[in-house]
């Protein structure tokens, strides 16, 4: 390990701002040596409630997110917010607004901000992003406010790393509401309807309840998703929201469902993390490796399927680790 690397996971371990934001910019950069560092933070984490926030853009997630920051920050909590959006990278117009809005935050040594777009990321956004929670964990954050646009597969799999998720929606959304029943009303733990200062406040509100009353399944956890009407520019809801996620928060804890969300998230970094070791240890043998060449060859020639090539490929990458134990 590098000094600077030491030096980084000692000064986090201190409070340092500055070792903070470097490790953030090496996870967003595929600097190799904070893996190190990563490694060590591993046993210094677990002691941040994560809350996701989700929905389409424009819904209000940035306010909302600076209202609760600043109701954490009144009961002496200290804060750590990830924004994530894939389509617009860190420079991006769209953050215009929200460095704006977070600009009166961002001077209080308790709050972090940080955005990541999806350039750079090795093995995806999903994992740097979890690498940046894990960071901001271990940097003794009590609430971690992770804000991504409720629109793909990776803003879902982020979500899956929060322990209580946020769905925030606004009136009239007519669309909105049916892209939630698509897949967002199975990850909600709240819903949010902002904006609620305009027409049609209590209809969305209606129609999510009816959702969420008459989700399949939904019978069978002892959690019924609250749906809160917020106006987060002026600040009403905000705090409804907050008991809500603190309800959220002991229900897992009482229900031993916490345990198991960690367990699920352990897994899925481990899987994610595999994801890509296999890919790219795969991708060596086919490049590299006589044996693996020879696999193409039989492909292309039409003597061998790809699944019994990977199924082949598998064996081999096996057999390897097995003679070459530590690599
Ligand atoms: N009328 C109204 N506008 C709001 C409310 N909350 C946020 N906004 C505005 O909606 C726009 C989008 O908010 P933002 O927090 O950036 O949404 P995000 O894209 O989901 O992060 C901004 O111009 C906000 O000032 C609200 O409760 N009522
Ligand atoms: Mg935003």
Request: include cysteine; charged fraction near 30%; aromatic fraction near 4%.
């Amino acid at each position: 390990m590098t000094e600077t690397a030491s030096d980084l996971y000692e000064g986090l371990l201190n409070g340092d701002r500055r070792a903070a934001a470097r490790l953030i910019s090496m996870v967003e950069n595929q600097d190799r040596s904070v893996r190190q560092v990563l490694r060590m933070l591993h046993q210094h984490a677990g002691r941040a409630h994560v809350v996701g926030l989700t929905g389409s853009p424009g819904a209000g997630k940035s306010t909302l997110a600076c209202g609760l920051t600043k109701r954490y920050r009144d009961a002496g909590l200290a804060v750590g917010i990830i924004c994530v959006d894939p389509t617009s990278p860190f420079t991006g117009g769209a953050l215009l607004g929200d460095r704006v809005r977070m600009q009166e935050l961002s001077g209080d040594p308790d709050v972090f901000i940080r955005s990541m777009g999806s350039r750079g990321a090795l093995g995806g956004l999903s994992m740097a992003t979890n690498d940046v929670i894990n960071i901001l964990d271990a940097f003794g954050k009590d609430f971690i406010i992770v804000e991504t646009v409720g629109a793909g597969q990776v803003e879902v799999e982020i979500v899956k790393y929060a322990h209580t998720c946020v769905v925030v929606t606004m009136p009239g959304a007519g669309d909105e509401i049916q892209a939630i029943k698509a897949g967002i009303l199975e990850i909600g733990d709240i819903f949010v309807v902002n904006k609620a200062d305009r027409d049609g406040a209590h209809r969305t509100l209606a129609d999510l309840e009816m959702m969420i009353e008459t989700k399949p399944g939904g019978d069978d956890s002892a959690w019924r998703p609250p749906v809160i009407a917020t106006k987060a520019l002026d600040g009403e809801g905000i705090e409804e929201l907050e008991d809500a996620i603190a309800q959220h928060a002991d229900y897992l804890r009482e229900s031993g469902l916490l345990g198991l969300k960690t367990e699920q998230r352990m897994k899925a970094e481990l899987l994610e993390i595999l994801n890509l070791k296999v890919s790219q240890a795969a991708a060596r043998v086919l490049d590299e490796d006589e044996e693996g060449r020879e696999l193409v060859r039989r492909m292309t020639a039409r003597e061998l399927d790809p699944h019994s090539a990977a199924e082949e490929v598998m064996e081999h990458l096996l057999k390897r680790e097995v003679e070459k134990p530590g690599t």
